[in-house]
């Protein structure tokens, strides 16, 4: 899939070395690139270190990009590997999404009018990353680039180099998984 007719241009000058174009790219993505990191590894800190790997990465190979790649599809890809390796490497990895979640808990708690609402979202929010957290990596993945980044089939399936009926097939999976995990959690109460 090619990119978007409007960022074909200055794709074209950051492949061509042009550090401004390339600067242009990383305001317009940095952010989804660090959400999608987050959305992988639960920690922040984590996820922005991954987002600069990911960009810096990006920026060195860019001149490797075919120009009938989608750059967002290839940005996204990299920054799924970056996840992938801190996840492999990190063996405290629920440990810091449980003192993450603590965190969020007690800042809820002390700066909020309503705290018992704010508690509440929070928990479904906890319930909802936990959920996520037990789909098999490719569900995981599949589900946050379409539901959390709305990329299409299509899109997903040259991020992650697979067929767009192995991203539908994924996806069928992963929502079918999360709905039996939420509706699980709310019947064990």
Request: aromatic residues 6%; positive net charge.
């Amino acid at each position: 899939m090619k990119s978007d007719r409007n960022e074909d241009p200055l794709v074209e000058r950051a492949r061509n070395g042009d550090p401004d174009a390339f600067g242009e790219l990383v305001v317009r993505y940095a952010a989804s690139v660090s959400a999608l990191a987050y959305q992988h590894v639960g920690d922040w800190e984590a996820a922005r270190d991954i987002s600069q790997t990911a960009l810096l990465k990006a920026y060195r190979s860019i001149r490797s990009l075919r120009t009938s790649q989608n750059f967002r599809a290839w940005l996204f890809r990299i920054a799924i590997n970056e996840s992938a390796d801190f996840i492999r490497l990190s063996r405290t990895r629920k440990e810091t999404r449980l003192e993450a979640g603590n965190r969020a808990v007690e800042d809820v708690a002390t700066r909020e009018k309503r705290p018992l609402e704010r508690l509440v979202a929070e928990e479904e929010r906890a319930a909802v990353v936990a959920a996520l957290d037990e789909l098999p990596p490719r569900q995981r993945t599949v589900f946050v680039l379409r539901h959390f980044h709305g990329l299409s089939n299509a899109e997903i399936a040259e991020t992650l180099s697979s067929s767009s009926n192995a991203v539908k097939v994924n996806l069928s999976y992963a929502l079918k998984s999360l709905r039996e995990k939420l509706a699980g959690g709310s019947d064990r109460e």
